[in-house]
């Protein structure tokens, strides 16, 4: 401050009053806070937005999908519902029916005589050897019992049931 003060002005100024022409320190550490406020509270805020994902992401895939849905419904529309919603169901463990209904239509299959589909590509089985509670392997093609062929008589098939 090498110029003198104005006669009107008070002698003792605060410190965060500038000269004129000189840059003022206030102003820039307050704009370097907001800024950097404003990028901590939109990473915290995308953070917080993301936590039911993060939470759904050891379930299901399925489950995983629809809290991922419901995470981007909440995010683009503002409406706290769907966050609710999809938070819930990422803390809620949903049940495995798939296997079950798999596993029975596979013993269905078998006990049909119908071929076993080849596994997918997706499966986590990579061997090709038939599992012990499987039972034996059926031919592709049904083939008709050795006494019936020689007899003439009924094309029973091994295993079906007879009445005696």
């Given at each position: 401050?090498?110029?003198?003060?104005?006669?009107?002005?008070?002698?003792?100024?605060?410190?965060?009053?500038?000269?004129?022409g000189e840059t003022d320190g206030l102003l820039?550490?307050?704009a370097i806070?907001?800024?950097?406020?404003?990028?901590?509270?939109?990473?915290v805020y995308f953070k917080l937005h993301?936590?039911?994902e993060q939470l759904a992401h050891r379930g299901q895939k399925v489950q995983f999908q629809l809290v991922a849905v419901l995470?981007?419904?909440?995010l683009f529309t503002h409406n706290h519902a769907f966050w609710i919603a999809g938070?819930?169901?990422?803390?809620?463990?949903?049940?495995?029916?798939?296997?079950?209904?798999?596993?029975?239509?596979?013993?269905?299959?078998?006990?049909?005589?119908?071929?076993?589909?080849?596994?997918?590509s997706a499966s986590t089985t990579a061997s090709s050897t038939p599992s012990a509670h499987a039972g034996p392997l059926q031919s592709p093609t049904p083939?008709?019992?050795?006494?019936?062929?020689?007899?003439?008589?009924?094309?029973?098939?091994?295993g079906d049931i007879h009445n005696a």
């Open positions: 401050m090498s110029e003198p003060i104005h006669p009107a002005a008070i002698h003792h100024l605060p410190p965060f009053v500038t000269a004129p820039v550490a307050m806070f907001l800024l950097v406020a404003v990028i901590g509270i939109g990473l993301a936590l039911p995470a981007l419904l909440a938070l819930l169901l990422a803390l809620v463990p949903l049940p495995d029916f798939t296997t079950p209904l798999s596993s029975i239509a596979s013993s269905l299959e078998r006990i049909a005589g119908r071929p076993e589909p080849a596994p997918s083939q008709p019992a050795a006494s019936a062929r020689i007899s003439g008589g009924s094309t029973a098939q091994p």
